[in-house]
């Protein structure tokens, strides 16, 4: 089902993924983790306290293009938007965003319009 366009009115860390270190660095690799079920069904529910739709998660690729990787498809749910943001030495480069067909095969880009910017 895809979506023609949608607007983002909250973006928001996933703080279970950072307090439980349990389910981080699963792979063994630097940096890379999971998020495990119940924090996305918690993920969910605080959404729908606030109105909202969960309906896609972000994460970056340090020194890596921001496109999305072997890893992000194998854990990856066809009905989200990934956002990825590229980041060389330290600084963002590149913000992209991806769907993943339903076959599971490949993703699709997806187009991103920034209307407000926050500051820093």
């Known amino acids: 089902m895809a979506r023609k366009h949608t607007l983002t009115s909250a973006v928001a860390p996933c703080w279970a993924a950072i307090r439980k270190p349990h389910i981080q660095m699963l792979t063994g690799k630097c940096g890379r983790f999971s998020v495990a079920a119940e924090d996305v069904l918690d993920a969910d529910k605080a959404a729908e306290q606030q109105g909202l739709e969960v309906i896609g998660w972000y994460h970056s690729h340090p020194d890596h293009p921001a496109r999305p990787s072997q890893y992000d498809q194998d854990h990856a749910w066809p009905w989200y938007s990934y956002v990825i943001v590229s980041v060389q030495n330290g600084s963002p480069?590149?913000?992209?965003?991806?769907?993943?067909?339903?076959?599971?095969?490949?993703?699709?880009?997806?187009?991103?319009?920034?209307?407000?910017?926050?500051?820093?």
């Open 93 to 120: 480069k590149e913000i992209t965003s991806w769907r993943l067909d339903d076959d599971r095969e490949a993703f699709s880009p997806e187009g991103i319009e920034i209307r407000h910017s926050a500051t820093v």
